[in-house]
């Protein structure tokens, strides 16, 4: 049956009821089709997504069928609230034919991502901000947090304070995935990045696992850094997962942004990164998974950042036993001592990982460090980089000591050819 809300949402609406946007009618309408597979009769279920829209007309085949119902979605699309609960209630008449149906979770998530403020809560349909009011909106597509950080790290069952709504999925790395994600408040509405974590990379079993998560996120949030994105927010969602919050960065992967620019300016990126590096180590915090897609670059003022802290390790004493023997990191971008023992946790992976990327922005490719072929031949005024990162790629132990090493000796070779200072 339709949903309930106020008439005045209804009717004469166009002031504060927004329109269904394209995109959005292009997945709920390719969902009813999905949804139809599981019938032995698949235009019988079009059909009935016909009819809620007010379109009763039988069409004379599937294929038309699909299409009428489209321009039906398309005819209600004016008014967002009429159009949910339309296809609300052609939802609930075929879940009685015995068809598997989406939740409202999940709905809610699909018309939230695309910036429509209702909530389904049968049988009502909400605006979002009553929904928080009331406390007890959709739990699979929002993440709620406690009042304070060490309560909501070491409860499973979050108790509502903050509701991020999840939109759609903007990343996907080995241990989580990252989704936009918005806030609403009395003084408007913020746009975030949210992490979802799988368990964690150390240890599967996850009430093992939330100290070492609690303990990660204390150390990372003593990173006051430029080049590291800081967290808002964490903790654990309403299905157990793990979440950080954080700023939403407007930019493209560091491996993007440099291909446009000169050689020097890549090289000068790298060392944004390696500040940064060296920053998270004097504070005993490894990433340990640095590539191109883990560091972004701002459009608007061209700062590398470092994101994706998600294989740091904090050094400390930790109990060796307890860590995995299975090398942490991205391949291409591991240094052999880790490969043969992975254990090893020193910055000198980092600094490895930095060499492999610096090479990689000016020559298009990782390097070979077994067969290191020389940037010089790229162009003759590179030469200086190769005896440089030929050390950062080599043993460990004839590999810089600090991050802020590798740093100096690239900015002194920039501004060598640049003849001025770099600061």
């Not at 060499?355 to 020559?363: D, F, N, P, R």
């Amino acid at each position: 049956m339709p949903l309930k809300f106020p008439s005045s949402w209804r009717f004469d609406a166009t002031k504060i009821i927004p329109a269904v946007p394209v995109a959005l009618i292009n997945e709920l309408h390719a969902l009813a089709v999905d949804l139809s597979d599981q019938h032995s009769d698949q235009q019988e279920i079009v059909e009935i997504f016909k009819s809620h829209f007010g379109n009763r007309s039988g069409s004379s085949n599937l294929d038309w069928a699909v299409s009428d119902l489209r321009g039906a979605m398309e005819e209600k699309k004016s008014n967002a609230a009429n159009f949910i609960s339309a296809y609300w209630s052609a939802l609930e008449e075929i879940q009685v034919k015995g068809l598997e149906t989406p939740s409202a979770e999940y709905i809610n998530s699909l018309i939230n991502s695309h910036g429509i403020p209702f909530a389904v809560r049968p049988p009502n349909l909400v605006k979002i901000t009553e929904a928080q009011t009331a406390g007890n909106y959709f739990t699979k597509s929002h993440i709620a947090t406690n009042n304070t950080a060490t309560s909501s790290l070491n409860s499973l069952q979050a108790q509502p304070q903050h509701l991020y709504i999840r939109g759609n999925l903007i990343g996907q790395g080995a241990f989580g995935s990252v989704y936009r994600a918005t806030r609403q408040t009395s003084g408007g509405i913020f746009e975030f990045a949210l992490k979802l974590l799988d368990p964690s990379p150390l240890n599967e079993d996850i009430e093992k696992a939330r100290p070492r998560f609690r303990r990660e996120v204390e150390a990372i949030q003593k990173l006051q850094h430029r080049g590291i994105v800081p967290y808002f927010d964490a903790g654990f969602d309403t299905d157990g997962r793990p979440f950080l919050v954080m700023p939403m960065i407007h930019g493209e992967n560091i491996r993007d942004a440099a291909s446009a620019e000169p050689f020097w300016q890549r090289v000068s990126l790298m060392t944004e990164v390696l500040d940064a590096m060296h920053h998270a180590h004097q504070n005993d915090v490894l990433h340990r998974d640095l590539k191109p897609s883990n560091i972004l670059v701002r459009k608007s003022d061209k700062q590398p950042i470092v994101v994706d802290f998600g294989s740091a390790y904090i050094v400390d004493n930790l109990d060796k036993t307890s860590l995995t023997t299975q090398a942490v990191g991205s391949l291409g971008y591991i240094p052999s001592e880790v490969i043969a023992n992975p254990k090893t946790r020193t910055s000198l992976h980092d600094i490895y990982s930095c060499a492999v990327i610096t090479y990689e922005l000016i020559a298009g490719h990782r390097p070979d460090p077994a067969d290191y072929e020389p940037l010089e031949k790229i162009a003759p005024e590179l030469s200086p980089l190769d005896p440089v990162l030929r050390r950062a790629l080599g043993a460990a132990s004839k590999r810089h000591t600090s991050a802020l090493e590798l740093k100096n000796d690239l900015v002194a070779i920039i501004s060598h050819a640049n003849n001025r200072p770099l600061r």
